[in-house]
């Protein structure tokens, strides 16, 4: 009465060489007979075997000659998840239906979960289980502030679990997180050196951008290698005490970076995902003391200092659950962070602090100095009060530049950032005094501009709140790799001019 | 400076012949010049013009030999969404940022919306601006009850302004509604003759199943076509004096439709867009007075009676909103009704009863009679508790079966439904008397079988609560299409043997 599915002609594996990003896509003729013995139809969900793996894919059916009798078709996702060489035998069957979808229909009616709800998600969903969709109504129904302190310790510890840990045997290991929303606030490659120089471990895996123009492994990318394997990580901290590296290829919280890219798809913030995305990335990484920047401003990410204190209490809450040392620190999110907004452009305002140039962005230099002086007094390795000069000294005697260097090179090598073939400069037409500047918009016109894809891409501001400016003078360029991303941004930014207010009420005092 | 998108060299359409289903899916080489100059990339969210018409799509690498040089690939629903021939001149950009995105997001925050908001959103769906994850995230914000009737009224208002509307000109339309989750429940088929046969104008579309084994349409395309334009749907009316067709032809609220999709996916619950998919479609097609089924059983959609006697009165008061006569009626949702569950098995059911044959399912019977009875007297046809026995008198004189026929005949001929040609029985091992009956687990047996997709497939149950059963008596036989579909549900069958619970304490009685 039954057949496995073994017993089944199967199918044979061709690669079609369709990217589809990481969604996994198979093709399958419209008269296959599975498809009729089975009863799949188009954008089904389908268990994929091959003698050694499987996986869950969505399928289409292809009427045209693509493929011949017999044959499946892969997209390149698809062929990579199975390991696959053309003609290589396939069978398919049905998966089983997701139970963990009952959790998030739970959360939706608005049920608490518990760990092992979790975890059955987060399992599910780094076993490909989920298709995009279920991740977005888990990410919905996650949203804003829809999970409680127990839930999201929960979260973060299935989060750690479904990937792997790095135990460094050390008492003291340091990490940092800015919640970001802030263009150009890129301490971290400032901080991770001066730590460094000060004898102090900071293994740093970084993310690359969810929503912004850039994360700090794109920035980071522009100017050495990101993509370290655990073992390169290893042998880098080892030798340098830290490094800067991209955190999506360690596999610690791989369901984070799944999360992540449909968190982008929506651009909907959740306290809750965001804070098990960051410790347990920390967590994974094997920090014990970890220091959050949360930037406070009204085109931030964190608008006023009352989300940001209710956000720090939570961040406190869930690592004192978690057993880990944490401090917040609430900063100024008004305006954007040096210069540069972008990969490459955000990387050249790092190498002029680095250098103690005489175009240091000072905004940049003096925050990455207070948060690594903040890391300092937080561990005692020096008084309260004291972190600040200490780090400034680190920093303008020259220790954190040769510490980047010597990281970047045991990284794969130091390499100078791209510069963006197509500009376009916007000057002020009136006299005036920079009331207000607008950070979502000014991210967005980078992003229209191509960044973080083309990390030469972005927007180089060249002013601050409260600064008097003239007729005719440049605020800001746009950088782009290509001539429809620059029209794109101008286009944008021309109907935003509210981008950046100035008053010129008082230009007679002029 | 600027170019516009005409301005570059166009690239050639070439239909692949790919079933996506509803998703557009464009496919471009990964050297094509316009990727690098748009700064595109695997699963871009890209905007398509041919000459004439537009869509969003979202873009496919193709690293293989799949397309020459210069030629653009097409899914087939991105191909007839655009009206295309083969090497058609196509251009691409960046679509404009999705901006009711923000009205999803502010839902996620727990904002309400307003009409202005929700038109934004269903307009967009409707224009195939928001992907499959887009939709996912709106369904889920306003999941469960986290919309106010004021919110569904608007939501409802929104859904009705995107499609077409139909108006009679008649001052009495009437028309019902189940919110389901009763396997074989289905009323529908024999309410509409009743009801016509009494002179009542009742022009009735029915979906297809959301997450059900059959919906209405589904059963009745098993007995005649279903797929009707609004002209032939008209002719049908003014002929007969109802209809019994599929509402997804007609561009009656087709937000509903791409919703529903996601909702299936999905299978999460959400009390706003049940009221406001039933309204909006009833208010499309014209009904003045409306009655909703509300089935109420723990193992039903409606679990308990306070659920109910809350969704009735957010019915009520949403219709009133919107200017609509409307009553609910609570029935009992303990067990299935009927024999049949899934397309097939269900018309074989309304046929019986239709017929007045021996083998009548009594229950079906009696519900579909007292809901005619109830709209009989909600308009006054009948005064008050007469409903039921007119209703009766004519089904039994044989009125609504030569009314059932005659509409089937109007809308293209009457058809014998499909048997299975594959059956398994389950048998009882035991005697004694049925305690409980699953709805939920019956369900997604029929479902594993390959209902709906397999018009024929699904669930014949013999048995009912309080029903004495003897060993080796058969309780319900399996029907399937194909052999891989009936292993499905056996295997599922036999995991959850408590789908049907038997009282065998008092065996010695029998």
Redesign the interface.
């Known amino acids: 009465?039954?057949?496995t599915p073994e017993r089944m002609t199967p199918l044979k594996a061709l690669?079609?060489?369709?990217?589809?990003?990481?969604?996994l896509i198979i093709?399958l003729r419209?008269d296959c007979p599975?498809c009729?013995?089975?009863?799949f139809?188009?954008?089904s969900r389908v268990l994929v075997s091959s003698e050694e793996h499987h996986a869950i894919a969505t399928l289409?059916?292809?009427?045209?000659?693509?493929l011949k009798k017999g044959q499946i078709g892969f997209?390149?996702p698809a062929w990579q998840r199975l390991y696959l060489q053309n003609d290589n035998p396939i069978w398919l069957?049905?998966p089983k239906?997701v139970q963990s979808?009952s959790y998030?229909?739970a959360k939706?009616?608005?049920h608490t979960l518990d760990e092992i709800a979790f975890q059955s998600i987060i399992n599910d969903i780094v076993d490909g289980r989920y298709?995009?969709?279920?991740?977005?109504?888990f990410?919905?129904?996650c949203?804003?502030k829809n999970l409680s302190n127990d839930e999201i310790t929960s979260l973060t510890h299935a989060m750690i679990k479904a990937g792997s840990t790095i135990d460094w045997n050390l008492p003291l290991v340091v990490d940092k997180h800015c919640v970001g929303g802030l263009p150009g606030n890129r301490t971290t490659p400032i901080i991770v050196p001066i730590l460094a120089a000060c004898g102090l471990t900071m293994p740093k895996t970084s993310s690359r951008a969810i929503t912004s123009p850039a994360g700090t492994a794109d920035t980071m990318e522009t100017l050495t290698n990101v993509c370290l394997s655990q073992d390169m990580m290893r042998n880098v901290v080892n030798q340098q005490g830290a490094c800067l590296a991209w955190g999506g290829s360690m596999r610690l919280s791989p369901a984070d970076d799944l999360l992540i890219q449909?968190e982008r798809?929506?651009?909907?913030?959740s306290e809750g995902q965001l804070i098990a995305s960051v410790l347990s990335k920390k967590i994974a990484a094997g920090a014990t003391h970890v220091l959050i920047d949360i930037p406070v401003g009204t085109t931030a990410k964190i608008r006023t200092s009352e989300a940001a204190e209710q956000l720090a209490e939570s961040f406190k809450s869930v690592a004192k659950n978690l057993g880990l040392s944490l401090q917040v620190l609430l900063s100024d999110g008004s305006q954007p962070v040096g210069k540069g907004i972008g990969p490459a452009l955000e990387a050249y305002d790092i190498l002029a602090v680095l250098q103690n140039r005489p175009d240091t962005p000072q905004d940049l230099k003096k925050r990455a100095c207070t948060l690594a002086g903040a890391m300092l007094e937080m561990i005692g390795y020096v008084k309260p009060g004291k972190g600040l000069a200490k780090a400034l000294h680190v920093l303008e005697n020259g220790e954190a530049w040769r510490k980047f260097q010597a990281i970047c090179h045991a990284q794969g090598g130091f390499h100078t950032p791209p510069i963006a073939p197509y500009r376009?400069n916007i000057v002020c037409h009136t006299s005036g005094t920079v009331l207000s500047i607008n950070n979502r918009k000014l991210a967005?016109t980078a992003k229209?501009a191509?960044a973080p894809?083309?990390p030469e891409?972005g927007v180089e501001l060249f002013v601050k709140i409260g600064q008097k400016v003239s007729i005719n003078q440049i605020l800001l360029t746009i950088h782009a790799?290509?001539?429809?991303?620059l029209?794109?941004a101008?286009?944008f930014l021309e109907e935003h001019k509210d981008m950046i207010l100035i008053d010129h009420g008082e230009e007679t005092c002029h």
Chains 1, 2 share one sequence.
């Open positions: 009465m039954h057949f690669r079609l060489g369709i990217d589809t990003h990481h969604e093709y419209a599975v009729r013995s089975e009863g139809s188009a954008m289409n059916i292809v009427t045209g000659d693509l997209s390149e069957s049905h239906p979808m998030v229909r939706v009616y608005g298709a995009d969709v279920h991740v977005a109504a990410v919905t129904a949203g804003d449909v798809a929506l651009d909907i913030d376009y967005q229209l191509g894809a083309d891409a790799a290509n001539i429809g991303e029209n794109y101008v286009e």
